[in-house]
């Protein structure tokens, strides 16, 4: 009876084991359920893809004061003033996450003259070209802000040395002073006549 009673206990003991075993197994089966379709629905909306952007510049001519301002993250835009020999190109980089807001502008001062050129890049992939040629002028061209000037890609909003936009400003236009024409009835002193002559 001493080994029935052994073997007993032994085969109670596995029971309970095997019942504790299989206990884990549906815990660890359900958290890994739980994790895939967690992991599932997170794939419904993919992270916001960055992408890389490459600005090139060049000024082929003599000119001095060349201003290059390109867009640099989704908020903020940066401006470069290197010195622009010819065969000279400017290069930044820029990381977007929606590549048709990269821009950038090229400016020169007065009096020159030369030939702007630009490309973007996103991904290694050229997007963007434009060329454009400044011609000299006697005098500035006070009446055109964009003199000098070759925009490429998206506009930049808020960028130095960009034009402001007079339907874009924030803050109203002052309205002009007017003086209150007087109440007849307030004066006694002066006839009729000449109340519509005063302004």
């Known amino acids: 009876m001493g080994c029935t009673g052994r073997s007993a206990r032994f085969e109670a003991r596995a029971a309970r084991v095997a019942v504790g075993n299989t206990a884990a197994l549906v815990a660890v089966g359900a958290t890994a359920t739980l994790l895939t379709a967690g992991t599932a629905a997170a794939d419904d909306n993919p992270p916001e893809t960055q992408h890389n952007v490459t600005y090139r510049a060049r000024v082929d001519g ?10 640099i993250s989704d908020a903020q835009v940066n401006s470069a003033d290197p010195a622009m020999l010819p065969g000279r190109t400017f290069e930044a980089t820029a990381v977007l996450s929606d590549p048709k807001e990269a821009g950038m502008r090229i400016s020169i001062q007065w009096p020159y003259s030369a030939n702007l050129h630009c490309e973007i890049l996103v991904d290694d992939e050229l997007t963007v070209q434009a060329d454009q040629f400044i011609s000299p002028r006697v005098t500035p061209a006070r009446d055109d802000p964009d003199y000098g000037a070759m925009n490429c890609g998206a506009p930049l909003s808020n960028a130095p040395g960009t034009p402001v936009d007079a339907t874009d400003s924030a803050t109203p236009s002052p309205t002009p002073a007017t003086t209150p024409m007087p109440n007849p009835a307030d004066t006694d002193d002066v006839p009729a006549a000449d109340l519509t002559s005063v302004r």
């Open 62 to 71: 003599l000119a001095r004061g060349a201003l290059i301002t390109y867009r």
